[in-house]
């Protein structure tokens, strides 16, 4: 290269040698300008993890339920559940995929354990901040205590608004450190209770991916919680709500779409039964009305587990649909492949995994063994430290003998739609109420739905404690004395049979007989109404026991809010209770107190 130069330069005078310099120099930067850059490797796409789990019910410690598997080709029962193990099957997951996200469909609280129940749900929040999640869509059962709880359960304090007394336990209770979302639960002035939707920023070199995700609860919410509960409130719907969000979020930038929704289906295979077979239940209309912009749909409420491609039953919604069962047995593992130039996801797919937790004996003396052959989690230290810190708290209580009993006693339906345990309630809320100081009660009426647990002993029965009778009743109703006259109250039993292929039946007090004949039109086909063994009088005044979420008109039941002179009266478990302690050795409640004409 020297001797080039000097060649070339030789030919130039001292005068020329500049220009000659600078003509060089140009013609090395054209040179250099002219010379192709490497390519740009292409964009690797995202794989996105998501971890998802619903109806939750605050079950802390392993529910003793088991999930049926096949492994070696043969049909095994799996323990599962317990929010310990369910940490720990959490953090592995995160830890293999730094792009994650843990979201809740619903009803993560309410209808809960003792432990979790009797300090009024503060502890699974403080679990579950201390697993880390992102999103929890309320259920219906996040309103069991009102909004006003609710609000508390979200953002933290000591505020009484129930019964019971929060923050027994911890005095600096934080709430929750993961957004509510509430999409289409509207207050008086339009705004949402909760943010409407979250969105989580993934980055990689410098490419980022944003996954939005919506969530709401059933729009039949006011139907099935105590009205009191959702005063202020209103709930819409679902389909609707969703779609008016899309093109908000794609404003915003958006390649995945999930929605979390309590509202679900059943199925009859298993929970990772690709097709879904038999798919059935109140979500299918709201998918088939959903914007196919959606990627997922993250289901809950029928404590049903699935995982399957929706298009398969409509080619035009192409949802991957999931839910991971209940009581944290199961958790979804959704993944996701997002291409972040074309912002869409190009691959997805879900995984139900069984959280195998401990070997326990079931009601039929089976033992129902752990298996190495399927993941095994270690429970999380720090989830497990709080979890046996209230479980220490509500020992004593839960573990006061009340009564004994000579055998268990179930929820083991007749054809006349009782059963023995749901008689025996009514029964202890009218003996709580039947004093003239105490409400008057003439009969009680006791719905099916707020009796959440067998009384389970072992052959020849044995001791009841407080801590299996609070598991019938973990809703915290109060009882509830109201005046109706006789035809408001045939009209109440009348409105039970209603629907003929789907009856609501409530439990009657043994002083509350009559007789029904679904072969006649509805409105008359309740006969032979006794009451105290007297015949029903139209015009006569009675005064009816029920509890709290029934007085307000729980179950669509409005027809309780006619009644007058309501007197409020005891909780409804504490009225078990009682009623078990005066009656030691008590039989199961007889279940002939509707008589059915076929």
Known sequence: MKNLIYHITRNFTRQQQPLMWFLMIMTVFTGLSCTPL?????????????????????????????????????????????????????????????????VSAGDMIGASPLISALFLDEPTIEAINAIGIDFNAVGNHEFDKGVSELERMRFGGCTQFTPLKPCLINDKFP?????????????????????????????????????????????????????????????????????????????????????????????????NDPTCPGLTGDIIPILNQLDPAFDVVVSGHTHRAYACDYSQFNPAKPFLLTSAGQYGTLLTHIELQVDALQRKVTHKKAHNLIIQSEAYTNSAGVRVATTPLLPQFTPHPVVEKIVAHYKQASKTQAMRVVSRLPQSITRETTPSGENPLGNLIADAQWFATAAPDKGHADFAL???????????????????????????????????????????????????????????VLFPSAQLRYSVDLKLPPGERISDIQIKGLPLQINKVYRVTMNSFLSTGGDGFALFNLGTDSLGADLDVDALVDYLSQHPGIEPASTNRIQRKF
């Open 38 to 102: 490497p390519p740009k490797p292409p964009a690797l796409p995202f794989q996105i993890s998501l971890l998802a789990f619903n109806d939750f019910h605050g079950n802390l410690e392993p529910p003793q339920l088991s999930v049926r598997e096949t492994v070696n080709q043969i049909p095994t029962l799996v323990p599962a559940g317990g929010i310990a193990y369910m940490a720990s099957a959490i953090a592995q997951l995160k830890s293999q995929n730094p792009h994650h996200a843990v």
């Open 446 to 504: 006791m719905n099916p739905g707020g009796v959440r647990a067998d009384v389970l002993l072992p052959a020849g029965g044995g001791p009841v404690s407080y801590g299996q009778l609070f598991s019938v009743q973990p809703f915290g109703n109060t009882l509830v004395v109201k005046s109706f006259t006789g035809q408001q109250v045939k009209d109440i039993l009348e409105f039970q049979f209603a629907q003929e292929s789907r009856p609501r």
């Open 175 to 271: 709430g929750a450190q993961f957004e509510f979302l509430a999409a289409n639960v509207k207050k008086e002035n339009g705004q949402t209770l909760f943010p409407a939707y979250g969105i989580k920023v993934f980055k990689q070199g410098d490419q980022e991916v944003k996954v939005g995700f919506v969530g709401m609860t059933l729009k039949g919410t006011p139907q099935i919680v105590t009205p009191a509960g959702v005063k202020g409130v209103r709930f819409e719907s679902e389909a609707q709500t969703a779609n008016a969000l899309v093109p908000l979020l794609k404003a915003q930038g958006v390649a995945a779409l999930v929605l979390v929704m309590h509202e679900g289906g059943t199925v009859k295979g298993g929970p």
